[in-house]
């Protein structure tokens, strides 16, 4: 198989694992049992996914040795590489997760 082939594949696993994982937490009602970790799943995959999209933008490139797809004027796919990059580069931890807001939402309203 070839290197984009792979990237391809573990992009569409990621992207069901994320599927899966909303589905659990909204249909199966994970999200009422424990929010928490309903919200920490989502988010993992999330990660996931977005780590998984930039493999076939790095095989592509090695690959093609050109771009075959300009990345940065197609709106979605520049706007999913710019949260890619903020979250990589989150020096000031200005992006915090949404476990981490939740959580954090859970304390205050259990003190007021």
């Known amino acids: 198989m070839s290197q984009v082939t792979d990237a391809f594949e573990?992009?569409?696993?990621?992207l069901r694992v994320l599927?899966?994982?909303d589905?659990?937490?909204h249909?199966?009602?994970f999200l009422q049992l424990d929010r928490s970790e309903a919200v920490g799943?989502?988010?993992?995959?999330?990660?996931?996914v977005m780590n998984a999209f930039l493999s076939?933008?790095?095989?592509?490139?090695?690959?093609?040795?050109?771009?075959l797809i300009d990345w940065y004027q197609t709106a979605e796919l520049a706007t999913i590489l710019a949260l890619k990059n903020a979250r990589h580069h989150n020096h000031s931890r200005k992006i915090t997760s949404m476990r981490k807001r939740q959580r954090s939402w859970a304390k205050w309203k259990c003190t007021s």
């Open 56 to 67: 076939p933008y790095d095989a592509l490139g090695k690959e093609a040795g050109q771009d």
């Open 23 to 25: 589905d659990k937490a």
């Open 27 to 29: 249909r199966q009602g």
């Open 19 to 21: 599927l899966e994982a």
């Open 41 to 48: 799943n989502i988010e993992a995959a999330v990660a996931r």
């Open 10 to 14: 573990d992009l569409s696993h990621s």
